[in-house]
């Protein structure tokens, strides 16, 4: 009978293999095995769940119960952990009595994607089951499925457990003999058992292949089971009267899963799953819409024989700095009613019948618009009818996204087009971009859009346009990705010609100061030397000899506005017929209402200070405008420690409360600034604080903002003229916040306190899978000054089963953590945490922190921690160290004998792909070994990390104990993926397969990077696009 299965499953391989790919474009759901992977029943197939899925679930055959967690950290990869109870098998593994406890097995599994699935080949994926575990159930496998209508089909060859039943000779055996023996003892867990990897004298093949009926959520499976079940761990042997097995799916909600099926042919089998995404934002939330923006009136012309009307750049070729700019309005669209839509109307029929289309209906209903069309002469080509949509698309109201063309014919529908706005939008804009560079004889051979960078390679012709800046910056000002640098790259042939790197800053700053050139031109001056550094400026103009000396201080304050930086000083020389005949220096305080002038050389008429260029504001009305942005930060979710005013720029110094999205928060910040600052103000920054530490600095013009409200820019607009900074830095340690600035008087001291019910677990113990304790906790924070506060939190433990705790610890190191029962069980009421800390930055991209009291549950001393994180880059470093106690059981004040000092380096870099984490602790833990703890993590849209730690110190594995060295996994949900509003709280979920003494680190509240980290450049890209909610 062997021989006869072998052939037939060659056949069903190559049919397989040879399969078109018909149907694929539909997605089916994947479904679950009974090890928690996707998969048929017993087997796995080359499915995946989507990117961020995580399934959690229990299925039952015979005598084993499975728990597992199955989630798709990365697209390409799945993990499944697993905790396993054998009901006949006592802890021993021997016979199991009705009083003993059942055996427990802990496992993790890992399939890795390595082809996908194309029209004609199959999704091919590889996995390793229990690989990183005891080895129980150990297997490798490698399976290939391909999709038919509504069939999905699966075939593999299995090593190890999943093959037992095995007929054919290992392959890997003809290239070397260790594949031929296969390690069948239980090791101690933890380690990746590399030996046993794709060895034995044979391999098993299985598959299956399942049906998605018509009957929505309904699955039927049936499978070929590679294990003939005579070789099961524990020296457990079941009978099988077929290696066929059935079972269905049924989803009666997205959510759930539930499974049944026949197995062996003589055995049932029962599973439930819960589903979700890590992705997954939550419910909507009903949060207060931002402010509504004051648009400031526009300023009329300036009056009087002397003034200059306003600085206009004079006719003449294009500057670097001043590329042919890309309108906002096709992908803001206009806001019209009444006789406006009538008029709109009117004129989409009129351009639609001058391209020869003949409009019969227009339906404007919700954000879509369907124009149906008869065809006059001849059909029209699709692209032509993109062409026309997206020309008419603008003149629509700014609420409709979409528009369709429907176009008929005599017998009726004949074809349909549509155009989205903002692919329209984008289009054009890319469409531009690539014309421009053709014009000046460049081809486009490579275009790479990463974050905020893009590198652009072109070819030359012979005759292109020299001028490699003037095109580099065309292309940086028409991107529609938030860039903030250009690498522009010129190619001859397969070599580099020419080089150059651009960035948004340096435009910006080009443009101010070449529309100043052009205006004061175009008036009648002269430019000489200008030099300006930071808020310094001085200025040489000759004027005609028809100008009176008052034409400088206009001029002067001309310069003033549209200098590229705000300016605190200004001198002006005047020169005529070569001669210096006028110098005045203006110096701006923001407590001066005049301004101070000092005249050198001959001047006639110059006998007064002139007038200043931005009239200053009283004491009491700056107060009373610093008091209404307080006040409406307050209201808006914000604690506000300050705020400065200048002629040109208002800042506020805020610690948000309400959203976790720092856009969101630099946003609504900016737009009460806006609304409060006088009319003269064009910048606006955004400082933004977490316990006291900057985190970003944000400036964004005010006219970008208004333009935005008004539905002519968007905050693609605005980050295209934003400016990015470090947060400062200030030594001796000392607030960041300028002198000058008007602190809140009410800002410390600042008692807060909450109460919140909380959940402590542990997982996979002898005594059960799952131990908890619920319990509510008393939280209160005390902010004594910008970075110095005092927290603790009381918790009251009020029902779970931690009583059941009794299994003492055998550990050979000093047990920093494995004797956590007896905290566990001590007390109901304790004393949680009870920590003083003081926060500071030092220096620019420097971070510092000083803490002292109880830590945590276990530990209580001082800590340290020092944290170099450069503005806007992937890598940061740090150091800690810590002299910590081991605390009473009962969680008091008292202290037990155990005293130790750790420390560590720390490693933070951020990954370019995923929005990965890597991290890097090596140093001396809490048993005095020393070693270093790995930790890759991914933040998701939704705001949830999750990720994994192992951490290998010069503890021996056997002195370690079961599990060989400390792992496991984590995930921090924020609280406002359940909750209808946003939230900035957040909750954290950690497993460890056990709790040993190896490898262990002290919890210290507020570690430095999470804190900072939130307003990196790459933070607040992410969620731009929320800039304006």
């Given at each position: 009978?062997?021989?006869?299965?072998?052939?037939?499953?060659?056949?069903?391989?190559?049919?397989?293999?040879?399969?078109?790919?018909?149907?694929?474009?539909?997605?089916?759901?994947?479904?679950?095995?009974?090890f928690?992977?996707?998969?048929?029943?017993?087997?796995?197939?080359?499915?995946?769940?989507?990117?961020?899925?995580?399934?959690?679930?229990?299925?039952?055959?015979?005598?084993?119960?499975?728990?597992?967690?199955?989630?798709?950290?990365?697209?390409?990869?799945?993990?499944?952990?697993?905790?396993?109870?054998?009901?006949?098998?006592?802890?021993?593994?021997?016979?199991?009595?009705?009083?003993?406890?059942?055996?427990?097995?802990?496992?993790?599994?890992?399939?890795?994607?390595?082809?996908?699935?194309?029209?004609?080949?199959?999704?091919?994926?590889?996995?390793?089951?229990?690989?990183?575990?005891?080895?129980?159930?150990?297997?490798?496998?490698?399976?290939?499925?391909?999709?038919?209508?509504?069939?999905?089909?699966?075939?593999?060859?299995?090593?190890?457990?999943?093959?037992?039943?095995?007929?054919?000779?290992?392959?890997?055996?003809?290239?070397?003999?260790?594949?031929?023996?296969?390690?069948?003892e239980?090791?101690?867990?933890?380690?990746?058992?590399?030996?046993?990897?794709?060895?034995?004298?044979?391999?098993?093949?299985?598959?299956?292949?399942?049906?998605?009926?018509?009957?929505?959520?309904?699955?039927?499976?049936?499978?070929?089971?590679?294990?003939?079940?005579?070789?099961?761990?524990?020296?457990?042997?079941?009978?099988?009267?077929?290696?066929?097995n059935?079972?269905?799916?049924?989803s009666?909600a997205?959510?759930?899963?539930?499974?049944?099926?026949?197995?062996?042919?003589?055995?049932?089998?029962?599973?439930?799953?819960?589903?979700?995404?890590?992705?997954?934002?939550?419910?909507?939330?009903?949060?207060?819409?931002?402010?509504?923006?004051?648009?400031?009136?526009?300023?009329?012309?300036?009056?009087?024989?002397?003034?200059?009307?306003?600085?206009?750049?004079?006719?003449?070729?294009?500057?670097?700095?001043?590329?042919?700019?890309?309108?906002?309005?096709?992908?803001?669209?206009?806001?019209?009613?009444?006789?406006?839509?009538?008029?709109?109307?009117?004129?989409?029929?009129d351009?639609?019948?001058?391209?020869?289309?003949?409009?019969?209906?227009?339906?404007?209903?919700?954000?879509?618009?369907?124009?149906?069309?008869?065809?006059?002469?001849?059909?029209?080509a699709?692209?032509?009818?993109?062409?026309?949509?997206?020309?008419?698309?603008?003149?629509?109201?700014?609420?409709?996204?979409?528009?369709?063309?429907?176009?008929?014919?005599?017998?009726?529908?004949?074809?349909?087009?549509?155009?989205?706005?903002?692919?329209?939008?984008?289009?054009?804009?890319?469409?531009?971009?690539?014309?421009d560079?053709?014009?000046?004889?460049?081809?486009?051979?490579?275009?790479?859009?990463?974050?905020?960078e893009?590198?652009?390679?072109?070819?030359?012709?012979?005759g292109?346009?020299?001028?490699?800046?003037?095109?580099?910056?065309?292309?940086?000002?028409?991107?529609?990705?938030?860039?903030?640098?250009?690498?522009?790259?010129?190619?001859?042939g397969?070599?580099?010609s020419?080089?150059?790197?651009?960035?948004?800053?340096?435009?910006?700053?080009?443009?101010?100061?070449?529309?100043?050139?052009?205006?004061?031109?175009?008036?009648?001056?002269?430019?000489g030397?200008?030099?300006?550094?930071?808020?310094?400026?001085?200025?040489t103009?000759?004027?005609?000899?028809?100008?009176?000396?008052?034409?400088?201080?206009?001029?002067?304050?001309?310069?003033?506005?549209?200098?590229?930086?705000?300016?605190?000083?200004?001198?002006v020389?005047?020169?005529?017929?070569?001669?210096?005949?006028?110098?005045?220096?203006?110096?701006?305080?923001?407590?001066?209402?005049?301004q101070?002038?000092?005249?050198?050389?001959?001047?006639?008429?110059?006998?007064?200070?002139?007038?200043?260029?931005?009239?200053?504001?009283?004491?009491?009305?700056?107060?009373a405008?610093?008091?209404?942005?307080?006040?409406?930060?307050?209201?808006?979710?914000?604690?506000?420690?300050?705020?400065?005013?200048?002629?040109?720029?208002?800042?506020?110094?805020?610690?948000?409360?309400?959203?976790?999205?720092?856009?969101?928060?630099?946003?609504?910040?900016?737009?009460?600034?806006?609304?409060?600052?006088?009319?003269?103000?064009?910048?606006?920054?955004?400082?933004?604080?977490?316990?006291?530490?900057?985190?970003?600095?944000?400036?964004?013009?005010?006219?970008?903002?208004?333009?935005?409200?008004?539905?002519?820019?968007?905050?693609?607009?605005?980050?295209?003229?934003?400016?990015?900074?470090p947060?400062?830095?200030?030594?001796?340690?000392?607030?960041?916040?300028?002198?000058?600035?008007?602190?809140?008087?009410?800002?410390?001291?600042?008692?807060?306190?909450?109460?919140?019910?909380?959940?402590?677990?542990?997982?996979?113990?002898?005594?059960?899978?799952?131990?908890?304790?619920?319990?509510?906790?008393?939280?209160?924070s005390?902010?004594?000054?910008?970075g110095?506060?005092?927290?603790?939190?009381?918790?009251?433990?009020?029902?779970?089963?931690?009583?059941?705790?009794?299994?003492?610890?055998?550990?050979?190191?000093?047990?920093?953590?494995?004797?956590?029962?007896?905290?566990?069980?001590?007390?109901?009421?304790?004393?949680?945490?009870?920590?003083?800390?003081?926060?500071?930055?030092?220096?620019?991209?420097?971070?510092?922190?000083?803490?002292?009291?109880?830590?945590e549950?276990?530990?209580?001393?001082?800590?340290?921690?020092?944290?170099w994180?450069?503005?806007?880059?992937?890598?940061?470093?740090?150091?800690?160290?810590?002299?910590?106690?081991?605390?009473?059981?009962?969680?008091?004040?008292?202290?037990?004998?155990?005293?130790?000092?750790?420390?560590?380096?720390?490693?933070?870099?951020?990954?370019?792909?995923?929005?990965?984490?890597?991290?890097?602790?090596?140093?001396?833990?809490?048993?005095?070994?020393?070693?270093?703890?790995?930790?890759?993590?991914?933040?998701?849209?939704?705001?949830?990390?999750?990720?994994?730690?192992?951490?290998?110190?010069?503890?021996?594995?056997?002195?370690?104990?079961?599990?060989?060295?400390?792992?496991?996994?984590?995930?921090?949900?924020?609280?406002?993926?359940?909750?209808?509003?946003?939230?900035?709280r957040?909750?954290?979920?950690?497993?460890?397969?056990?709790?040993?003494?190896?490898?262990?680190?002290?919890?210290?509240?507020k570690?430095?990077?999470?804190?900072?980290?939130?307003?990196?450049?790459?933070?607040?890209?992410?969620?731009?696009?929320?800039?304006?909610?």
């Open positions: 009978m062997k021989p006869s299965r072998r052939r037939g499953w060659r056949l069903g391989l190559a049919g397989l293999l040879a399969m078109p790919g018909v149907a694929a474009a539909e997605q089916l759901a994947p479904s679950g095995s009974d928690g992977g996707i998969g048929l029943l017993q087997t796995r197939t080359a499915r995946f769940q989507d990117d961020g899925g995580i399934s959690l679930g229990a299925s039952i055959v015979d005598q084993y119960l499975r728990y597992y967690l199955n989630v798709q950290p990365l697209p390409f990869l799945e993990a499944t952990f697993r905790y396993t109870e054998v009901d006949n098998r006592d802890f021993g593994g021997s016979f199991r009595e009705a009083d003993e406890e059942s055996f427990k097995d802990r496992g993790a599994d890992l399939k890795l994607l390595l082809l996908k699935e194309g029209k004609y080949r199959p999704q091919v994926a590889l996995g390793l089951q229990d690989g990183l575990g005891t080895g129980l159930f150990s297997s490798e496998y490698l399976v290939a499925s391909k999709r038919y209508y509504d069939l999905d089909f699966s075939l593999g060859l299995a090593w190890g457990y999943l093959g037992n039943g095995a007929s054919l000779k290992n392959p890997f055996v003809h290239f070397s003999e260790a594949f031929r023996a296969r390690d069948a239980v090791g101690r867990g933890g380690l990746a058992l590399f030996s046993n990897y794709f060895t034995g004298d044979t391999v098993g093949l299985f598959g299956g292949v399942s049906w998605h009926t018509p009957l929505d959520g309904l699955v039927l499976k049936l499978e070929y089971d590679g294990n003939d079940y005579r070789s099961e761990p524990l020296s457990n042997i079941f009978r099988q009267k077929t290696p066929l059935v079972g269905l799916v049924y009666p997205g959510f759930v899963e539930l499974s049944a099926g026949l197995e062996r042919g003589n055995v049932g089998m029962v599973r439930l799953a819960l589903r979700g995404n890590f992705k997954d934002k939550g419910p909507t939330k009903f949060d207060a819409p931002p402010p509504a923006l004051k648009i400031r009136p526009k300023r009329p012309p300036p009056t009087g024989a002397t003034a200059l009307p306003e600085l206009v750049a004079k006719p003449g070729p294009r500057l670097l700095a001043d590329p042919p700019p890309v309108a906002p309005r096709a992908r803001q669209g206009r806001d019209v009613g009444g006789d406006d839509l009538a008029a709109t109307l009117q004129g989409l029929f351009r639609l019948e001058e391209s020869g289309v003949r409009v019969e209906e227009v339906d404007l209903g919700g954000a879509e618009a369907l124009v149906h069309v008869a065809i006059a002469n001849q059909a029209m699709a692209e032509q009818a993109d062409a026309i949509l997206a020309a008419v698309l603008p003149d629509l109201p700014a609420s409709i996204a979409r528009l369709t063309l429907v176009q008929r014919d005599n017998k009726g529908l004949l074809a349909t087009v549509t155009v989205d706005r903002d692919a329209a939008a984008d289009a054009a804009i890319v469409d531009h971009l690539y014309d560079l053709e014009a000046r004889g460049y081809r486009v051979a490579q275009l790479d859009m990463r974050e905020d893009v590198e652009l390679v072109v070819e030359a012709a012979a292109a346009d020299g001028d490699l800046q003037q095109a580099a910056a065309s292309v940086l000002a028409a991107l529609p990705v938030p860039a903030q640098r250009l690498i522009f790259v010129r190619i001859a397969d070599a580099v020419e080089r150059l790197v651009l960035s948004r800053d340096d435009i910006q700053r080009a443009q101010r100061i070449a529309s100043l050139f052009d205006g004061l031109e175009a008036s009648g001056f002269d430019v030397r200008f030099e300006i550094e930071r808020d310094r400026a001085q200025l103009l000759t004027a005609a000899e028809h100008m009176p000396d008052s034409s400088f201080q206009v001029a002067a304050r001309l310069i003033d506005e549209h200098a590229p930086e705000p300016l605190d000083e200004l001198t020389i005047g020169v005529r017929a070569g001669l210096e005949t006028t110098r005045f220096t203006w110096r701006r305080r923001e407590d001066e209402t005049q101070d002038a000092a005249a050198a050389g001959a001047s006639a008429g110059a006998d007064r200070a002139p007038s200043p260029p931005v009239r200053q504001l009283s004491p009491e009305a700056r107060q405008i610093v008091a209404a942005i307080v006040r409406d930060l307050n209201h808006e979710g914000f604690a506000v420690d300050a705020v400065r005013l200048d002629r040109l720029r208002a800042t506020a110094f805020v610690t948000p409360t309400r959203f976790r999205q720092t856009a969101r928060n630099i946003g609504r910040a900016a737009r009460v600034l806006a609304n409060n600052a006088p009319g003269t103000v064009e910048e606006l920054t955004v400082v933004t604080l977490s316990s006291g530490l900057e985190t970003a600095r944000v400036t964004l013009m005010r006219k970008d903002l208004e333009a935005a409200e008004q539905a002519l820019g968007s905050s693609d607009e605005i980050w295209a003229h934003a400016r990015f900074e947060p400062e830095g200030a030594w001796p340690p000392a607030t960041t916040t300028p002198e000058d600035a008007d602190r809140n008087p009410e800002r410390y001291p600042d008692f807060s306190w909450s109460f919140r019910p909380g959940v402590a677990q542990f997982v996979g113990g002898r005594e059960g899978l799952l131990l908890y304790q619920v319990f509510i906790s008393a939280d209160a005390l902010e004594l000054a910008r110095l506060s005092i927290g603790g939190a009381v918790s009251y433990d009020l029902f779970g089963n931690f009583d059941e705790l009794n299994t003492p610890s055998d550990s050979q190191l000093p047990r920093v953590r494995s004797d956590i029962q007896e905290y566990l069980r001590a007390a109901r009421l304790s004393l949680g945490r009870l920590q003083a800390d003081y926060l500071f930055q030092p220096a620019p991209d420097w971070f510092a922190r000083l803490s002292g009291g109880i830590f549950q276990m530990y209580g001393g001082f800590s340290g921690e020092v944290l994180r450069p503005y806007g880059s992937r890598l940061a470093f740090g150091v800690d160290i810590n002299r910590v106690r081991q605390r009473d059981f009962d969680q008091r004040l008292a202290f037990r004998d155990y005293q130790v000092t750790t420390g560590h380096f720390n490693l933070y870099y951020k990954l370019p792909v995923y929005d990965l984490l890597f991290e890097v602790h090596a140093g001396q833990f809490l048993a005095g070994d020393r070693g270093a703890q790995f930790v890759l993590s991914r933040r998701f849209e939704s705001g949830v990390r999750a990720g994994v730690w192992a951490t290998f110190t010069d503890v021996p594995f056997a002195v370690f104990g079961e599990g060989s060295f400390d792992k496991g996994f984590f995930v921090s949900v924020p609280f406002d993926v359940f909750l209808p509003e946003s939230s900035r957040s909750s954290s979920f950690g497993f460890r397969p056990l709790t040993r003494d190896g490898g262990q680190l002290v919890t210290v509240g570690r430095l990077f999470p804190l900072v980290d939130v307003g990196n450049v790459d933070r607040i890209m992410d969620d731009w696009s929320r800039l304006l909610e």
